[in-house]
């Protein structure tokens, strides 16, 4: 993992972890939040910042079209190795 250059600290005074967001709006995009983020902690910290700048429409179309070929890709892979298999 690549450090940092600035660990936001968040409201409960913990370093505020970065986080890589690979959701549909911001693929990418990097975020911090609390590790005390969440309904599951009985004291959940809800600090959460952008760490990256919002992408341009296009940037977040040329990201998806790059992610979707991955994704493409490695399934081939899998069929690939199905396929070998059954010839073993
Ligand atoms: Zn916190």
Redesign the pocket.
């Known amino acids: 993992m690549d450090m940092p250059e600035v660990i936001p600290v ?5 370093p ?1 972890k970065l986080n890589t967001s690979w959701s549909n709006d911001n693929p990418g995009r990097r975020f911090s939040r ?4 969440g309904n599951a902690f009985r004291k959940p ?1 809800w ?1 959460f910042s952008w760490f990256d700048p919002p992408l341009t429409p296009h940037l977040r179309v040329v990201l998806l079209g790059l992610l979707k070929k991955v994704k493409a890709l490695e399934d081939a892979r899998k069929r690939e190795r199905r396929t070998w298999f059954w010839y073993l």
Request: positive net charge; hydrophobic residues 25%; proline residues 0%.
């Open positions: 968040c409201y409960c005074g913990n505020a609390c590790k005390k983020f910290c600090f």
